[in-house]
């Protein structure tokens, strides 16, 4: 697997963080999930990293600028959620860049971090020097997915979370293999961790910040 041939070139999580945390999310922007998201995320105040879609971006540009306005991150992952096995080196080169204008138009920022769907890689990121850091995660609980409910999602969290995790969610269900409601198990899932206080003893970190530990 390519990704783990170019294993170097990918953060997966921060072991110099300090009692620190940080929160992304995948494949959005959706039109419903994503701002009962960014709701959740106002009330608890925490910042957090968006990887979207750029085709998605397109078609809701406001939802991009409300996270932007409201002191999120943005990345990109790709124009359209395509495996990069199935890419050449340059379609990836033009995904990326893509989406890294239609960011920039949209929010006046231009991104500096890519996580490629389903973590996979391709020769470009060897052949083409990035300017973009890749973000894998060590944390992903299969939210996409309906079976086991929001208990099922809150339990592997609280599990599996540590210091120095790099956690992914996913805002939308419209991708390959996603039940389409799954977004709204993961949501409740999230908000009943923070009514609980389950993770108290860790501080949610924007992923730039959180990097720079």
């Known amino acids: 697997m390519l990704t783990r041939i170019f294993n170097f070139l990918v953060v997966k999580k921060n072991p110099k963080a300090e009692n620190e945390i940080t929160l992304t999310f995948d494949d959005g922007p959706d039109p419903i999930y994503t701002p009962l998201l960014l709701d959740l995320l106002k009330k608890y105040k925490i910042k957090a990293t968006f990887f979207i879609v750029g085709a998605k971006a397109k078609k809701y540009p406001d939802i991009i600028k409300r996270m932007s306005n409201e002191g999120h991150l943005i990345g990109i992952h790709n124009y359209d959620h395509t495996f990069n096995w199935f890419n050449s080196p340059l379609r990836s080169k033009n995904e990326i860049d893509k989406t890294a204008k239609l ?111």
Not at 178 to 206: C, T, Y
């Open 103 to 213: 960011i920039n138009e949209i929010t006046g920022e231009s991104p500096n971090y890519y996580r490629p769907p389903w973590g996979i890689l391709n020769l470009y990121h060897l052949i083409f020097p990035s300017k973009y850091k890749i973000i894998l995660w060590s944390v992903m609980v299969g939210d996409w997915k309906l079976k086991g409910g929001s208990q099922r999602i809150k339990s592997e969290l609280k599990t599996n979370i540590k210091n120095g995790s790099i956690i992914v969610l996913h805002d939308s269900g419209e991708t390959f293999g996603a039940d389409q409601d799954a977004p709204g198990q993961m949501i409740k899932a999230l908000e009943n961790l923070l009514d609980e206080n389950v993770l108290k003893d860790f501080e949610f970190v924007r992923l730039d910040y959180f990097l720079q530990k």
